[in-house]
């Protein structure tokens, strides 16, 4: 198959002229990645930088450029109205602050659920391991849009869960569960629950269970044995966990809009709101900013535990 | 091992938990009543509905393009990228090319959508291509994060790959694209599979990033579940979610199936 690949002449050109360019594959194979990424992964955080310090304009696109040739020399003009817009306003730094507070319970909250089921799976012996995983990753291939409205579903006055508290006489009044904090709480643990269980497995199941029988050999009990043994050993896989809930939950849209009550702001609906209702570029690209910001710690952390992860294995 | 029934009655509570909402959604798509939650007697109307939508047909085939396309391109830069980091050891931009392509999996999808719409804004202003937005650069922001999944997955089984045959290859005289094409994918072929069903499903899936780089006429298939989710209850999406479960369920199947067996045989 490959022999036809590599007589198509087009292909046999190609490379003999890369040859004498002194270009080699070696160069090519790494370009192409490198090239798609630069162009389409960072160069775009550039653009946002350069838009969140332009004014915004009644023009399309909506803003004013940042150099301006006035015939003789460029001008730049630097405009932090858009930053110190956002610290004035005490709606965006609520909506950071709750944000931050959203994703951090909720991985807490998907760690302490998920924590005991990875475990039970990492200990589970093979059929039922494998079977158990798969249910795990399963719903993280149905669509994501249709679990959050599957739980608008359950959660609403007329719902499931109030329908089968009604009919059981266990309530006599509804209870109001949509469009509250609680339902964003729960369809953020609920959406990436798989992503805690993962890291968690990955990493449980790996440990050596000479260490917890020569821990319960001396006399350890199981708690003590967890509390000393299993959950130091299992820290980088609680970090990795924890961070890939936390992270992308802060920038959560669909879940706030969606399940949430209009006044649950959190920052990726701020930006949303600021770039499709309000059409201002420029603040939204502010809004994507600060956001990174806070988000880079996490991300580094996040990057050297599995930086350690790669050099151990 | 003492403790172990508390633990299995909390794993089976914790798996219902991931299970009755998707239950419910098939249940009710059954269900006669237009009230969701109501049941009125069995009926498939809502199936029969769903398929004379002309609005959710349009946009389930031009998702199904994006995706097919998305999947195809991710898994060849994905792959590309995975190969380079895994075999190329030290060269320059090794830091830079790691991190872009990580970066994406955690990067919240406000962000990515926003700056790759600004991004393709600039270069219309600039180069005058992308000239407008709609498949063409749902297809590049959908390439982005996904060739960044595909490259996690391809990663993790070069690394654990032996290079004996590899070396056989190049011992026996092949030239290196050719142990590439000849060694290297036919071994590696499980995980490409894996990654592009992941790329296929992420792109599927995706509300958010296509919002911001689309451009007038091509709404996705989620962009329309979601307007209507938005405005209040529609029997016809429980139905196009229980179809949507039911093909993932056979395709996971499927493959694991897949995977057990070349895993057996290799």
Known sequence: ?313 | MKGSGLLRIYCVLGFIFLYAPILSLIIFSFNESKLVTVWGGFSTKWYGELFRDPQILGSAWISFQVAFVTATLAVILGTLAAYVLVRFGRFRGRALLTGMSTAPLVMPEVITGLSLLLLFVSMEQLIGWPAGRGKTTIIIAHVTFCMAYVAVVVQSRLAGLDRDLEEAAMDLGARPVRVFFDITIPVIAPALVAGWLLAFTLSLDDLVVASFVTGPGASTLPMVIFSKVRLGVSPDINALATIIIVVVAIAVGLATWYMRRSARNG
């Open chain 1, 1 to 313: 198959m490959t022999g036809a690949i590599e007589r198509f002449p087009p292909f046999r050109w190609t490379a003999a002229v890369l040859r004498r360019l002194g270009l080699g594959g070696r160069v090519l194979v790494v370009a192409v990645p490198f090239l798609w990424l630069l162009v389409f992964f960072l160069i775009p955080f550039l653009v946002v930088a350069k838009i969140s310090l332009s004014e915004p304009a009644i023009a399309m696109p909506p803003y004013l450029p940042l150099v301006e040739w006035d015939g003789a020399r460029a001008l730049l003009t630097l405009n932090f109205e858009n930053f110190a817009y956002l610290l004035s306003d005490p709606l965006y730094l609520n909506a950071y602050i709750f944000s931050i507070k959203v994703a951090f319970i909720s991985a807490i909250i998907a760690l302490l659920v998920g924590y005991p089921m990875a475990y039970y799976i990492a200990r589970s012996p093979e059929p039922r391991r494998s079977l158990l995983l798969t249910l795990v990753i399963l719903p993280f291939w149905t669509s994501f849009l249709l679990r959050v409205y599957a739980w608008q579903g359950f959660l609403r006055s007329n719902g499931v869960i109030n329908n089968f508290l009604l009919g059981t006489g266990i309530i006599d009044q509804p209870l109001v569960m949509l469009q509250t904090d609680f339902a964003v709480y729960l369809g953020i643990v609920y959406t990436y629950l798989p992503f805690m269980i993962l890291p968690l497995y990955a990493n449980l199941v790996k440990l050596d269970e000479s260490l917890l029988e020569a821990s319960a050999d001396l006399g350890g009990r199981p708690l003590v044995t967890f509390f000393h043994i299993t959950l130091p050993l299992s820290m980088p896989g609680i970090i990795a966990g924890f961070m890939l809930v936390f992270v992308p939950a802060i920038g959560e849209f669909v879940i706030p809009e969606l399940l949430g009550g209009p006044d649950t702001l959190m920052i990726g609906r701020v930006l949303w709101n600021e770039f499709f209702s309000n059409r201002d570029w420029p603040v939204a690209s502010a809004v994507a900013i600060a956001m990174l910001i806070v988000l880079v710690v996490p991300i580094m952390i996040l990057r050297s535990v599995q930086a350690d992860k790669g050099e151990a294995a």
